[in-house]
């Protein structure tokens, strides 16, 4: 199991408080500390988060709201549909279409919030190279660019 540097502080400030609790106090003034330690341990956890593989892409930009882009309308057939799940208003709202269809592609949050969509499968299953961008704020798609090589299920 991996640990957040972050809780090393914690875990081992705690760790040395009970060594010394026992050492001073006895076993039994470690028991909290030693529970203490093992809450932190649990809460600064970094387990791997493994993507499942879909053809839709599900992504949650940092305000909370859920993305859902792109997939299929059929059977060999990809979407331009997009909405976006808001938990404060329990639904999901709809979007814009997105400027190309594609399914199979990857998205990223960036720093200042956007998130950019890019390759996947378009029309036709043809592989794509294109890029989008969904900015959360205006929700709104706006091209991109592209790759150099066209690229899906990345």
Do not use: C, W
């Not at 760790?15 to 809460?43: D, E, K, Q, R």
């Not at 970094?46 to 940092?62: G, H, T």
């Not at 969509?117 to 660019?145: C, I, K, M, R």
């Amino acid at each position: 199991m991996k640990l957040d540097p972050a809780g090393y502080p914690f875990i081992g400030g705690t760790a040395a408080l009970a060594l010394a609790a026992a050492l001073f106090v006895g076993g039994i003034g470690a028991v909290p500390l030693l529970i203490l330690a093992a809450f932190f341990t649990y809460f600064f956890r970094d387990p791997d988060r493994p993507s499942p593989p879909d053809e839709r892409l599900v992504l949650s930009p940092a305000d909370g709201r859920v993305l859902v882009a792109g997939g299929f309308t059929g059977e060999e057939s990809a979407a331009h549909s997009a909405e976006l799940y808001d938990p404060a208003a329990g639904r999901f709202l709809p979007l814009p279409r997105m400027i190309a269809v594609r399914h199979s592609h990857t998205a990223t949050v960036l720093p200042d919030g956007r998130v950019l969509l890019v390759g996947g499968y378009g029309s036709g299953n043809a592989v794509l190279a294109s890029a989008e961008l969904f900015d959360p704020a205006t929700q709104t798609f706006t091209p991109g660019g592209s790759m150099l090589a066209p690229r899906a299920g990345h």
